[in-house]
């Protein structure tokens, strides 16, 4: 199993037609064909000092192994998403292995 988190901080002026592209982009990156489970959304409303909910969207998706990552990574729309890197001030990526 491979694991891909991100985590985008959106810029604070940005339309409301910018963050509905963002949205449906970055949603429809859960569903490409080498993701097995996926999922994109904004910080769930949990309140303890530890957890970080600066963030303004999440997106975390599963793979059966490394090669399934690598597809994504070069998959068209995946490419298309990164076209609005204008949008966020900082994105951090976390994977791991299971």
């Known amino acids: 199993m491979f694991v891909h988190t991100v985590y985008f901080w959106l810029k604070p002026d940005i339309t409301a037609a910018e963050k509905a592209e963002f949205v449906r982009r970055g949603s429809a990156l859960a569903s490409l064909p080498s993701v097995k489970h996926g999922w994109f959304g904004v910080p769930a409303d949990t309140d303890r000092p530890i957890i970080d909910r600066t963030y303004s969207y999440g997106l975390a998706v599963v793979f059966e192994d490394e090669a399934g990552h690598d597809a994504y990574q070069v998959h ?23």
Request: charged content about 25%; aromatic content about 18%.
């Open 76 to 98: 068209p729309l995946h490419d298309a998403f990164r076209e609005l890197h204008g949008l966020w001030t900082q994105v951090k990526i976390y994977d791991f292995e299971g």
